[in-house]
């Protein structure tokens, strides 16, 4: 059963306006969450992250919102840009855990 | 300082055979962690290690084991390899566990199974 699970296998956005990806956890006992970000050929890299007791996380372009009572986050990239074609993982731990479970991943390509 | 490196990038084996995969990190991580890769399944954890000397099942464990002999050293086994083995398989570590230290992860080895 797929505990964490990102429904849109891609998505494509105009360079320059936002991105949104959307993710929805099963798991109510999550309580951080993260978003890895992946290019071909190289192994995900960290991108940001948020723990149960916010709602919002900023870094630069790249916000991440959580709704607990809906249990979904988004990731919202602006403006988007060309670098930002990757595929993006969502993940989620409970506490006292010391592993990940990761959705399927999102496609993300920004045409010029 | 190389982070994590994977060893080999590729390998093509036939059903039956076996193979170590080697993952070493120079960054003194506690914990490390093995992944597979495949398409529309995300990333799936097979094994995981919280220390030297320590290892513990994942979500998908069957059909692999796993030492962790040394610290910086992960290895992934398989003993009879099978077709549904084929895929990309990425080694991560981490210095505190999940909420207090991100993962690194390896640039990952793709594993093909005839």
């Known amino acids: 059963d797929q505990q964490v699970k990102q429904n849109s296998p891609s998505l494509s956005v105009q360079e320059g306006r936002i991105s949104i990806l959307n993710c929805d956890y099963t798991?109510?006992?999550?309580?951080?969450f993260l978003w890895y970000k992946k290019y071909p050929a190289e192994g995900p890299t960290f991108l940001i992250s948020?723990?149960?007791?916010?709602d919002k996380n900023e870094d630069g372009r790249f916000t991440v919102f959580l709704n607990k009572s809906a249990k979904h986050l988004s990731l919202h990239i602006v403006p988007s840009q060309p670098g930002d074609s990757a595929v993006y993982f969502c993940?989620?731990?409970?506490?006292?855990?010391?592993?990940?479970?990761f959705g399927q991943g999102t496609r993300l390509t920004i045409n010029p | 300082n190389a982070g994590v490196t994977q060893t080999p990038k590729f390998r093509v084996l036939k059903t039956g055979q076996s193979m170590t995969l080697l993952c070493a990190q120079d960054?003194?991580?506690?914990?490390m962690y093995w992944y597979r890769q495949d398409p529309g399944m995300g990333l799936r954890l097979i094994h995981y290690?919280?220390?030297?000397?320590?290892?513990a099942k994942g979500e998908v464990p069957d059909g692999y084991n796993v030492s962790r002999l040394k610290k910086q050293n992960f290895l992934l086994g398989l003993e009879s390899a099978a077709p549904s083995q084929t895929s990309v398989y990425f080694c991560?570590?981490?210095?505190?566990?999940?909420?207090?230290?991100?993962?690194?992860f390896g640039p990952g080895t793709r594993l093909t199974v005839l």
């Open positions: 991560a570590s981490s210095d505190r566990g999940v909420e207090l230290d991100t993962q690194y």
């Open positions: 798991n109510s006992m999550f309580d951080y």
């Open positions: 948020i723990s149960s007791i916010k």
């Open positions: 993940a989620a731990s409970d506490p006292g855990a010391q592993k990940l479970v």
């Open positions: 960054m003194n991580h506690e914990y």
């Open positions: 290690s919280v220390g030297e000397g320590t290892t």
